[in-house]
Structure formats: C-alpha cells, structure tokens
C-alpha cells in the first residue's frame, strides 16, 4: 500500500510540475501576436478572417444539406452554379 501512494504522489508531482511549467513558458495567442510585426499582424489578421468566412459558408452549407433531403454534395453542387 505505501509504494502505490508513493508511486501516486510522485506521479501527481511530476504532472504538475510538467503542466505549470508548461503554462509557464508557452506562450498564448495574444502574446505571440503582440511580437508580430505590423506587416505579419495584418496579414495574419486578414487570414484569420478569411478561414472565418469559410468556416462560416461551410458551416451555412452543413445546414442547408441536413435540412434537405437531398444528399450534401448535390446542394454543394448547386450553390457553386
């Protein structure tokens, strides 16, 4: 019994160890963007937008296809007409 709580305590230590420092050094979103320079911001911005759109129509289009009865790659077929 005690080299199991052993092996539980060292375990719970060195996964917490390994995600603070984890949490630590990586950094988020915001900080990376705050390094970029002006020109990569925009250009990233611009891309980010621009998945979103897609994501947007892609998602629009799943819709229109589960509400029909028509398979999805006929209502993908007629929106690009």
Known sequence: ?????????????????????MKYTVP???QIKKRLDPALRKEYDQIKAANREKGQKMMDLIREAAESDRPAWEVANQKRQ
């Open 28 to 30: 988020d979103e915001e």
């Open 1 to 21: 019994m005690a080299n199991e709580l052993k092996v539980i305590v060292y375990m719970t230590a060195i996964l917490g160890t390994g995600y603070g420092l």
